[in-house]
């Protein structure tokens, strides 16, 4: 399985992602805020990014462009928002609108060719 970087900062979303995840087979990594989520990338490596778009200080906007704008832009990117309509023409693999299904979640991981990660 894969390791994931999830940035929430609503911490009940972020802990029930991660424990979900983690349940199926991950390796998971998880950030409170866009900066954070940034800083982890640049210092790790990882197969896949679930990040929420609407965040106080570093949007997921900001997150998405940063990692497309890196060496390691081919990793896939999860959307999570209540807007998801504004996410259109993005470059995020996929989208969730939240609330989704856990199981929407996993078979959206699933789903997704994880990368090889590399640092």
């Known amino acids: ?9 609503e911490k009940g979303i972020l802990e029930l992602i991660q424990e979900v995840l ?8 998880t950030a409170s805020d866009g900066q ?6 640049d ?7 679930i990040t929420d778009v609407r965040m106080p200080g570093t949007s997921g906007h900001t997150v998405v462009q940063h990692i ?11 959307g999570m928002s ?3 309509w504004l996410l259109q023409n993005q470059d995020f693999d996929m989208v969730l609108e939240k609330p ?3 199981q929407t979640l996993i078979d959206s ?5 994880l990368v090889a990660a590399t640092a």
């Open 1 to 9: 399985m894969g390791t994931i970087l999830i940035i929430e900062d």
């Open 22 to 29: 983690t349940l199926c087979g991950h390796n998971v990594d």
């Open 36 to 41: 954070e989520g940034i800083q982890k990338f």
């Open 43 to 49: 210092n790790n490596s990882f197969d896949l990014v």
């Open 68 to 78: 497309r704008n890196s060496c390691k832009k081919g990793t896939p990117i999860i």
């Open 82 to 84: 209540g807007t998801p």
């Open 100 to 102: 989704f299904p856990l």
């Open 109 to 113: 991981v699933r789903r997704l060719p």
